[in-house]
C-alpha cells in the first residue's frame, strides 16, 4: 500500500484517507473514489487529497476486519457487519466471556494493522453486550497478514461464551440474639436480584440459629437446589467454624476456605450431595461487587471452581481501596452498617402519543393487556424498589381505568402539554424521601422486572449521589435512576427535555447497565409497536 498526498485529479480507485467536503456532501474517509468523486472534487476546488493505493495483494480495512470477524464467530457470539476497518463481537445469551489470551496475543503479535481486543478473563455480560472488537488500524493490510490471522483463530478458539444456566438456589441464613430481620430481608433481596441477571432464582428460604446442628439441619432440607448459599450470622475465620463444620456434619465436604479477593476474603465454597455450597463473605450482603460474585459467576455457568482457581484470583483481586472501607468486624456485625440507599419509581405516562397519529399508544394492548398496565406491572414486581407512582395527563381518565386495583400511587401533572419536563418535574416532587427515583418511560414493553432490580442493585451498591442508567450494547438509553441529590436541577428543567443535560454534566457520577434490547426498544410510532408485538386500540382523543 502507498498512502500520502496524490493530485485530486489523479486520485480515481485510491482510498480516500480524511473525508472532504464537497457540494452535494461528503465524501467520507476510506471511499474508494470514483469518477464522479475525482470530478466533484475538483469543482470543490480541491487539488490535493491524501489517500491510499493499495498493492494487489491489499485488502481495504473493511474486507479484512470481515475475513477476521467470520473466523472469530463461536457459538453464543455474533459478529457485526463491517464499517470503518472495525468488526464488532456481541453476546447472544448471557453468560461469561472466556477469552484465549495466547491465541489473542498471538493475533496481535501478526502486524500491528491488525488488532483484537476483548473484555477480561470471566467479565460477566448480558445478552446483546459488545465482548470484543477487531480494528484494523490502516486503511489497508497486507493480505499475507490477514491470512496468517485467521490461521491462528482456525488452530485455537479465541474467546467463547459459557452461558448462565437457569440454577434453583437455596438460601440459608443463620442468626444469632442481635441479628435484625431487616438485614436478612436485604440480604435475600440483594441475592434475588444478583441470581436474576443470570435467569436463576430462589427455590427456597431457611433461617436458622447458628448453630452446628441446626444449620447441618437446614443443609439437608435443600435437597431440591442445585446450588446452595449460606450466609451466616458470623464471619468464617476458621476450617472448624460453624459453617464449615455443619456442611461436614450434614455429610458434605470444605473445598476452599478464603480467597484472595477484598472484598470477599472469607468466602468458602464446598460441596454436599453432589451441588456446590457457597459460605458468603458479610460483604456479599452487598450488591456492590466483591469476590463472591467472582465465585458465584463461574458456578451458575457450569463452571468448575476448583481451589488452584481461588488462588489465582489475586491479581486484579483488590477491588476497593483498604483506607475506604470500614474494619471487617464492623462490616460482618451488621449493627454498625450505614442505611442502604432507597429508590422508588416514576412510570412516566403523561405524554400525548403525537406521533402515533391518534390513539393513545399506551392503551394499546399486548397479549390482550394495556401496554400501561403491562409496564406498571413489571414497575411493581421490582424486588428492590420501595414504591411506584404513575404521572398522568393525557386522556387520565382512561390511563387511570386502566390502572385498577394496582397498588400505585397516581401522580396528576395538568402541564403534560409542554413537554416531558414537567413529567419528571412532578414524579420528583412527589417522592418520599427515596435517595434515588427510578424514571421509567410507559412505552418500553421489552423490560422485566430482573431488569430493573439490576438497575437498583447498581445504585444501591455505589450509593447516595449516583447516576444510574441502562445501556444496550454499549448505548445510553432507558430507564435511567437519578439521586435525589439533583432534585434542584431537575426543577429547573423546561420545555420537552429528560435528563440528558443532567447526566451530562455529571460523568463521575453516571454508571451505565447493560440490560440489551430493552434499553432501547419503546414504542413511539405505529410501525415501532406493531415490530413489539402491540396492537393498537381505537380511542377517543379525549383530554388532548
Do not use: Y
Not at 223 to 231: G, H, K, N, P, S
Not at 262 to 274: E, Q
Not at 359 to 368: H, I, R
Amino acid at each position: 500500500m502507498k498512502f500520502g498526498p496524490v493530485p485530486a485529479s489523479e486520485a480515481e480507485g485510491a482510498l480516500l484517507a480524511h473525508s472532504q467536503t464537497v457540494a452535494h456532501g461528503r465524501i467520507a474517509k476510506g471511499t474508494r473514489l470514483s469518477k464522479d468523486d475525482v470530478a466533484a472534487l475538483s469543482r470543490a476546488g480541491i487539488e490535493e487529497v491524501v489517500a491510499a493505493r493499495l498493492d494487489d495483494e491489499d485488502l481495504t480495512e473493511d474486507e479484512a476486519a470481515a475475513l477476521i470477524g467470520a473466523a472469530l464467530k463461536t457459538s453464543h457470539l455474533t459478529a457485526s457487519e463491517a464499517a470503518t476497518g472495525r468488526v464488532n463481537l456481541f453476546a447472544d445469551a448471557p453468560g461469561l466471556l472466556l477469552p484465549h489470551r495466547e491465541t489473542i496475543d498471538r493475533v496481535n503479535a501478526v502486524d500491528p494493522a491488525i488488532t483484537l481486543a476483548t473484555l477480561a478473563e470471566f467479565a460477566p455480560v448480558a445478552r446483546g453486550r459488545m465482548v470484543a472488537t477487531v480494528k484494523i488500524i490502516p486503511l489497508a493490510v497486507a493480505g499475507s497478514s490477514v491470512a496468517a490471522a485467521i490461521a491462528i483463530l482456525n488452530e485455537t478458539v479465541a474467546m467463547r461464551l459459557a452461558p448462565f444456566q437457569a440454577r434453583r438456589v437455596a438460601l440459608i441464613q443463620t442468626t444469632l440474639a442481635g441479628t435484625q430481620p431487616k438485614m436478612l430481608d436485604k440480604t435475600r433481596r440483594v441475592s434475588d436480584a444478583r441470581l436474576a441477571s443470570a435467569g436463576s432464582r430462589i427455590v427456597s428460604e431457611m433461617r436458622c440459629p447458628h448453630d452446628t446442628l441446626a444449620l447441618a439441619a437446614s443443609l439437608s432440607e435443600a435437597a431440591e437446589a442445585d446450588l446452595v448459599l449460606v450466609f451466616g450470622a458470623s464471619a468464617v475465620i476458621d476450617a472448624d467454624d460453624v459453617v464449615p463444620a455443619a456442611i461436614r456434619k450434614a455429610g458434605g465436604t470444605v473445598d476452599h476456605l478464603g480467597m484472595p479477593v477484598d472484598p470477599g476474603n472469607l468466602l468458602l465454597i464446598g460441596r454436599l450431595d453432589g451441588r456446590p455450597v457457597l459460605g458468603a463473605p458479610g460483604c456479599a450482603r452487598s450488591p456492590k461487587e466483591n469476590g463472591f460474585d467472582w465465585v458465584l459467576d463461574r458456578l451458575l455457568a457450569g463452571l468448575e471452581v476448583s481451589s488452584e482457581a481461588i488462588r489465582k484470583m489475586g491479581v486484579g483481586g483488590l477491588l476497593m481501596e483498604i483506607a475506604s472501607r470500614p474494619r471487617p468486624r464492623e462490616a460482618e456485625e451488621g449493627d454498625a452498617r450505614p442505611e442502604e440507599p432507597s429508590v422508588e419509581i416514576i412510570v412516566l405516562a403523561a405524554g400525548r402519543s403525537s406521533r402515533m397519529g391518534g390513539p393513545n399508544k399506551l392503551l394499546a394492548t399486548f397479549d390482550g393487556q394495556p401496554l400501561i398496565r403491562r409496564s406498571v406491572e413489571t414497575a411493581l414486581a421490582a424486588k428492590n424498589a420501595e414504591g411506584v407512582r404513575v404521572v398522568v395527563g393525557h386522556m387520565r381518565d382512561e390511563i387511570v381505568a386502566a390502572l385498577a386495583g394496582l397498588d400505585v400511587e397516581i401522580v396528576d401533572n395538568p402541564d403534560f402539554a409542554a413537554g416531558l419536563s414537567t413529567s419528571l418535574k412532578a414524579g420528583f416532587l412527589a417522592s418520599h424521601d427515596a435517595d434515588g427515583v427510578l424514571v421509567m418511560l410507559a412505552d418500553q414493553p421489552l423490560l422485566s422486572a430482573p431488569d430493573l432490580d439490576r438497575l437498583i442493585a447498581a445504585f444501591t451498591g455505589e450509593g447516595k449521589g449516583a447516576i444510574v442508567a441502562a445501556a444496550d450494547r454499549g448505548e445510553r438509553r432507558n430507564p435511567v435512576i437519578l439521586s435525589t441529590a439533583f432534585a434542584a436541577a431537575i426543577a429547573a428543567l423546561s420545555g420537552d427535555v429528560g435528563a440528558a443535560r443532567i447526566i451530562a454534566a455529571h460523568p463521575e457520577a453516571l454508571i451505565e447497565v447493560e440490560i440489551g434490547a430493552a434499553a432501547s426498544v419503546d414504542v413511539d410510532t405505529p410501525d415501532a409497536l406493531h415490530a413489539a408485538g402491540g396492537r393498537l386500540q381505537i380511542e377517543s382523543t379525549k383530554g388532548a
